[in-house]
Structure formats: structure tokens, C-alpha cells
């Protein structure tokens, strides 16, 4: 198509923040007025119209601002995973412009409800709501880019699978296509996409089940990991730091889930180093390693084999399982008595 045929070209839609003003403004003219003078009509009708402009604008900003009013019962892993696709602290940043920017709309709406009583030409009244628009608009297109983000924020929250920090957990790592989601689909009830391809998994999903002392389990399926050079790392997908994420961001148990059969595509020694670097990075977390796929290969490791396909050793995992689960809950009790505090990110007393 030839550069010069502007006609051609598809009119962009009006922004989040040009949509919002037009219907600020247009809701503003349904004012009535009231009074006894044309002039007491007129002022009612300004100071009118700025109020209604006013309340639909901060209404507005203010519900953008509200899926995150309580951030303190957002938990860790979800925090993490909007720093992680926003950037560090831009979600915080974007929250507070749009604060800053209702406060200003309040103020410039005030100015003008304080100059209406005296004002007594009548185009002097036009001039006051024109400024009122002006300045309004100005504060709302300033955070058009804030408003951008709070809506994807919100999407994301939305979508995101939801890690109870106050849940006991059994998060599952290891290298991609070792069996992890079909371990998932073994212990809980829920059912996540397997197939026979590295990185199926995605994002994280959770299911629940009844193990050990403690009411109720989230076990938590994360996408495929790989070791890899520092350079390379750097450059490591979404779905892989969605892992870290998990891992750093949550408590409990972890199951290092390896494949001895390299049916995965990946040999076991390169599986291993992935298991080194999760017990230097986390020396403290109680890491079980479980062998998938004992129905292919059966090798003398002295670690517990599963298989996800026949079922096979699934009763000895859930046992070993409930046994560590009641030793995380006992810490985690002797700590509460010992502290007298009851800390975020370990299981409430629900055992
Ligand atoms: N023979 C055999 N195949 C299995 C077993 N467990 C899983 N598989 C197969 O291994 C492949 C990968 O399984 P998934 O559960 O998707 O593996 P994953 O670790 O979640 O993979 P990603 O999400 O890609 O990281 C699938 O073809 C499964 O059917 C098992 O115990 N034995
Ligand atoms: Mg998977």
C-alpha cells in the first residue's frame, strides 16, 4: 500500500485515559441548575458540573487502585510474579501516581468551589470550568501509562494461582518433562496439562490434597528448570523464573522430581547439579528426591522411585510426605511458642 494514503490508514481508538475524561465530561452535562438569578443558575451549574466531572474521574482512578488496597493479604508469590513481569517497584510507583493524581483532581476542584460563590460574570464561569477540565485532564493523561499497568496488574492478579502462604506446601521442582504434572495429577485432585515435550508447564498450578496431620495440603507444580551458564541464565524464559519464583516466595516441603531415564531429554548428572544449586540457594528447606518413571528403569540409588504412569510408590511418597509435613508443622509450632509470634509465611494452626 502506498505510504501516502492516510485515508487508508485505521483511526487509533481512544485511550483508557481519553475514554475516561469523555465520559466525565459528558456525564457533567446532565447537570441541572438550580436558583433563583441567572446568576445563581449559572453557578450552580458550573460548580455542578465540576462536582459531577470530579466524582466520575476519582471513582474511576479509585477503582484502578483497588484490587491492590490490601496488598499485606496478596500472597508472596503473587507479589513476586508482578514485580517479576512489571519490573521492580513499578507497580508500587504506578499505585501512588494515581493517588497523587486524585488528590490533585480534589484540589483543583476545591479552587474552583471557592472562586464560584464570587465570581460574577458569567464568562467568568465558563472560564472556571473550562480550567477545571484543563487541569483535570492534564492530571488524568499524566498516569495514562500508570492506569495502563494497573489494569494489566489486576489481570495478572487475577489470573494468578494463588500460593497460600498460610497453607502447608509441597512444591515440586526439577528439570522440564521429569513427570512434575503428572505427580500433580497423582496427589491432588487437580489436573494440569502433560505431554511428552519440555516445558509444557507454563506457569504454576496448584492443587490440593488431605495428607498427614494437617487438614488440607497445596502441592504445587511448577514449570521446568535448566542449569544453565551464568550468560545463558540471564536470558531464561518466563516460565523458569515462575519456578524460582515459587521456590523463593513459599515455604515447606520441596520434591526434587528427577528423571534416571533421561527419557526427559536430559541426563540425570545434569538434573543433579540443578538439585546442588537448590540445596546451596536453600539449606534450610526440607528437599525430598524422587526418581519418576521406575516402570522404565529401576536403578539402586537409595532414593524414593515413583511412577507416575503405573502409580507405583505413590502410598510410600504420600507416607513420607505426611511424615515430613508433621515435622515442618512441629517446627513451625515450637517456633510460634518459642517467639510468641505467628510467623507469614508458615502454616496456621491448622493441624
Ligand atoms: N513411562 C513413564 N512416563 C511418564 C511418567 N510420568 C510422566 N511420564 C511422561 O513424561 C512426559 C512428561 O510428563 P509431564 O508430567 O508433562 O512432565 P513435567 O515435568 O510436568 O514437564 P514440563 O511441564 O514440561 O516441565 C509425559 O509424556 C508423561 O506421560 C512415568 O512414571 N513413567
Ligand atoms: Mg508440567
Redesign the pocket.
Known amino acids: 500500500m502506498p505510504k501516502d494514503r492516510k485515508e487508508d490508514t485505521v483511526e487509533e481508538s481512544p485511550s483508557q485515559a481519553q475514554r475516561l475524561l469523555d465520559m466525565a465530561f459528558h456525564r457533567a452535562t446532565t447537570v441541572s441548575r438550580k436558583g433563583k438569578t441567572p446568576l445563581d443558575r449559572g453557578r450552580s451549574l458550573t460548580a455542578g458540573k465540576i462536582g459531577r466531572a470530579c466524582g466520575m474521574l476519582l471513582r474511576h482512578l479509585s477503582l484502578a487502585r483497588a484490587p491492590f488496597r490490601r496488598m499485606e493479604e496478596i500472597p508472596p508469590f503473587t507479589i513476586a510474579l508482578l514485580e517479576e513481569r512489571l519490573g521492580k517497584g513499578k507497580l508500587e510507583r504506578s499505585l501512588n501516581r494515581v493517588r497523587v493524581a486524585e488528590e490533585r483532581i480534589i484540589g483543583f476542584r476545591r479552587e474552583e468551589e471557592k472562586k464560584i460563590p464570587r465570581l460574577v460574570d458569567p464568562a467568568l464561569l465558563k472560564e472556571s470550568l473550562r480550567r477545571f477540565y484543563g487541569r483535570a485532564s492534564s492530571a488524568v493523561r499524566e498516569v495514562e501509562a500508570d492506569l495502563a499497568r494497573l489494569e494489566e496488574a489486576a489481570t495478572l492478579l487475577k489470573q494468578s494461582p494463588h500460593i497460600d502462604p498460610a497453607v502447608p506446601t509441597v512444591v515440586v521442582v526439577?528439570?522440564?518433562?521429569?513427570?512434575?504434572?503428572?505427580?500433580l495429577r497423582r496427589l491432588t485432585s487437580a489436573s494440569?496439562?502433560?505431554?511428552?515435550?519440555?516445558?509444557?508447564?507454563l506457569t504454576v498450578s496448584i492443587g490440593h490434597a488431605e495428607i498427614g496431620p494437617i487438614l488440607r495440603t497445596q502441592v504445587v507444580?511448577t514449570?521446568?528448570m535448566l542449569v544453565r551458564t551464568p550468560k545463558k541464565a540471564k536470558v531464561a524464559g518466563g516460565p523458569e523464573r515462575e519456578a524460582m519464583v515459587a521456590l523463593e516466595t513459599s515455604t515447606g516441603i520441596v520434591i526434587f522430581?528427577v528423571d534416571p531415564t533421561g527419557?526427559?531429554g536430559w541426563p540425570l548428572e545434569d538434573q543433579m547439579k540443578l538439585l546442588t544449586r537448590i540445596r546451596e540457594a536453600y539449606p534450610e528447606r526440607r528437599t525430598i528426591v524422587v526418581e519418576?518413571?521406575?516402570?522404565?528403569m529401576h536403578a539402586e540409588t537409595g532414593n524414593l522411585k515413583?511412577?507416575?504412569?503405573?502409580g507405583e510408590g505413590i502410598e510410600e511418597l504420600t507416607e513420607v510426605l505426611k511424615s515430613e509435613l508433621k515435622k515442618e508443622h512441629a517446627a513451625w509450632r515450637e517456633m510460634v511458642l518459642r517467639t510468641g509470634e505467628m510467623p507469614q509465611t508458615t502454616p496456621e494452626g491448622n493441624g
Open positions: 526439577g528439570y522440564p518433562n521429569v513427570g512434575k504434572s503428572s505427580l494440569p496439562k502433560v505431554a511428552s515435550y519440555p516445558f509444557t508447564t507444580d514449570p521446568g522430581l527419557s526427559c519418576n518413571k521406575v516402570d522404565l515413583i511412577s507416575c504412569l503405573t
